[in-house]
């Protein structure tokens, strides 16, 4: 009887050690599972009448992929301090970056992209001006949705996506619900904005990517593809609204991800 006590708590401690190492190797395949290939830091850079919080479900997905995201809180005061604030959050990273832009934050990417760590940029529904040009210019290229408007600049300066047009016109595919909180809490732009020539231009010097949001009506799709072509971005079309990024986002993480991968 003794010995053979002695060989079960043998057996019990063989088999525990073999679980222990699998469950050690399981461990460090899910780690290495978990690392990016290619560049891991992307920064991710909203628009007008929004704020970074829009980004979540983007950000989710690329967090439990093993990126290192970040995002951009814009003051929408000037270009340039939307530029300083991109710039600030670039700078931070440990490395090389995949800087992100939806609709005006294309304009401030545009310009921060010069920034040495940014190795790609990425346009989701978004204005891609050259250098001299301004938002408004493209604003203007295409007629305007019947279902886009924007309040005249208020006392203040600051403009606003019209309240009566806004889930018609900036996020027809998200619920009721969503797009009127959306709507209440919409952050305001300095009208004068779009008004502000760019200085510079990265996308003529870095690799770029165009995602045309194909039911979009704040932004003509024609446009954004025009200005894709132009500037010889690698373009999808994906179905969805100007807040494209909100309503699908997996479809956008993907090209985020390729361009990630694509530069490693």
């Excluded at 301090?81 to 959050?89: G, K, L, M, Q, Y």
């Excluded at 732009?189 to 770029?208: D, L, M, R, T, Y």
Aim: charged fraction near 20%; include cysteine.
């Amino acid at each position: 009887m003794k010995t053979s006590f002695k060989s079960s708590e043998n057996l019990r401690f063989l088999i525990f050690t073999i679980l222990f190492i699998a469950a050690l190797v399981n461990l460090g395949t899910d780690v290495a599972n978990a690392q990016p290939k290619g560049i891991k830091n992307i920064v991710l850079v909203h628009g007008a009448f929004a704020d970074g919080s829009g980004w979540k479900p983007v950000y989710d997905i690329l967090v439990k992929k093993g990126y290192q995201v970040s995002i951009v809180q814009n003051p929408l005061t000037s270009l340039k301090a939307d530029v300083d604030a991109t710039n600030s959050v670039i700078n931070r990273q440990d490395g090389k970056v995949i800087l992100v832009g939806h609709s005006w934050g294309g304009t401030v990417i545009t310009e921060a992209g010069i920034n040495e760590k940014v190795a790609a940029l990425v346009y989701v529904a978004a204005f891609m001006p050259d250098k001299g040009e301004t938002t408004g210019k493209w604003v203007a290229a295409a007629p305007a949705a019947p279902e886009a408007g924007f309040t005249a600049p208020d006392q203040y300066g600051f403009v606003y996506f019209d309240p009566a047009k806004f889930r018609g016109g900036f996020a027809g595919d998200l619920s009721q619900a969503q797009s009127d909180f959306m709507d209440v809490s919409q952050v305001p732009i300095i009208g004068k904005c779009f008004e502000e020539p760019v200085k510079q231009a990265a996308w003529k010097n870095k690799p770029s990517y165009g995602i045309i949001a194909t039911q979009d009506k704040a932004l003509n799709p024609s446009t954004e593809r025009n200005m894709y072509e132009r500037a010889k971005a690698k373009i999808t079309e994906i179905k969805g609204s100007h807040v494209i990024f909100i309503s699908q986002p997996e479809a956008v993480a993907e090209v985020i991800i390729k361009a990630a991968t694509e530069l490693q």
